[in-house]
């Protein structure tokens, strides 16, 4: 029997490279379709917000923003009153590619939890939320 991070760590590779294959498909980079999802769901928000969802430095999000404004995907503006933060939102073209990669992460879920009935699923879900709150978090970015 495998150990459980050997097992955890498959998962995630196994899983983040057919998201990842797939989002390359829709023109996307590694980091492009987590911001998607992000704003899709939020709307407009700063750049340390979308770090903070993605667990990655601001400084990264700054060249995944970069790269995605300059494919027509997200706007970014500054808020009167707020010179130093940059508010990001999708175009119609990066909510287009929003939905894309919803249902991307809809067709990875449904393929990683074939196997398993709907209240297995229900359980895995809820004990990897368990594991996550059993391990403590980096330094917040």
């Not at 404004?69 to 287009?96: C, F, I, M, W």
């Amino acid at each position: 029997m495998e150990t459980l991070h050997y097992l955890l760590m498959r998962a995630h590779s196994l899983l983040n490279r057919r998201i990842l294959d797939e989002a390359a498909g829709l023109g996307l980079s590694p980091g492009q379709p987590k911001v998607l999802e992000y704003l899709h769901l939020r709307g407009e928000q700063n750049q340390r917000a979308i770090a903070g969802y993605c667990r990655i430095e601001p400084a990264t999000v700054g060249s995944i923003l970069s790269r995605m404004e300059e494919a027509g995907l997200v706007e970014r503006r500054q808020k009167p009153g707020d010179r130093r933060a940059l508010y990001v939102s999708l175009t119609p073209p990066g909510e287009a590619a929003a939905e894309a990669v919803a249902a991307l992460f809809d067709r990875a879920d449904t393929q990683a939890a074939s196997l398993l009935t709907a209240e297995e699923t229900a359980q895995l879900t809820s004990l990897l939320e368990k594991v996550c709150a059993a391990l403590p978090e980096e330094a917040q970015v």
